[in-house]
């Protein structure tokens, strides 16, 4: 009688074992609450953008879908929405300096959660990166070195990446995820962009088949 309760308990925990191994599609949602330009990395982005002086901020939101399991990593295809905060700045190289206003910045990106390991089949601790490309939408508002308004300042001149009009939406953070109801999980994630650095930003994917 033993054996065989021993015996049965054994195939119901490699049962669930095995379903929180499942790959699952599911939906994710994501939100950033600031993020900004940091002095010490300002330098690097500044070569990037094409800029003498970058100071950005704002916030991002994503929406998305992902193939991954409870106890796995993920991976999907996202909506990307980064918000600039009115009055983010860039100075051109030929001394004009630009504010944003409404500016938004839409893109399409491919992301993955790649754990290093699960502690107590709950808590995983990994990487969590992506690539993608996106475009601008808003308005700039130019001031040139003495002061004067630039007329017609254009936000598709005054914001590129290194010359182009599409703007690369690479990231690489490092994410501490909980595994919160089965196929519900959070993660917590802090790194860096081509736009700047987040020092707090939250995730939440639903797998549901």
């Keep these: 009688m033993l054996a065989a309760a021993l015996s049965i308990l054994a195939g119901v925990s490699l049962e669930a074992g095995a379903q929180s191994r499942r790959s699952q599609w599911g939906l994710l949602l994501g939100a950033t609450p600031a993020w900004t330009t940091p002095a010490a990395a300002r330098a690097s982005l500044e070569s ?11 916030t991002a ?11 796995g990593g993920d991976a999907g295809l996202s909506f990307v929405r980064r918000s600039f905060a009115d009055g983010s700045s860039l100075v051109a190289e030929d001394g004009n ?6 500016v938004v910045l839409n893109g ?8 290093f390991g699960t502690l107590r089949e709950r808590v995983q601790i990994g990487l969590d990166f992506g690539a993608g490309l996106g475009f601008f939408r808003g308005a700039v508002a130019g001031t040139a070195p003495g002061g004067a308004a630039v007329e017609g300042a254009a936000l598709e001149d005054a914001l590129t990446f290194r010359g182009s009009r599409f703007i690369p939406l690479a990231r690489m953070e490092f994410a501490v995820a909980l595994l919160i109801l089965p196929g519900l999980k959070a993660r ?3 790194g860096v962009s081509v736009s700047g650095a ?3 930003a ?5 797998l549901f088949g």
């Design 48 to 58: 990037l953008w094409g800029g003498t002086e970058i100071d950005f901020s704002g």
């Design 61 to 71: 939101l994503r929406v998305g879908l992902v193939r991954g399991s409870e106890l």
């Design 202 to 206: 939250v995730t939440a994917t639903w």
């Design 188 to 190: 917590i994630r802090s």
């Design 108 to 115: 399409i990106e491919i992301h993955k959660f790649s754990p």
């Design 97 to 102: 300096r630009y504010a944003t206003y409404g």
């Design 198 to 200: 987040t020092p707090l």
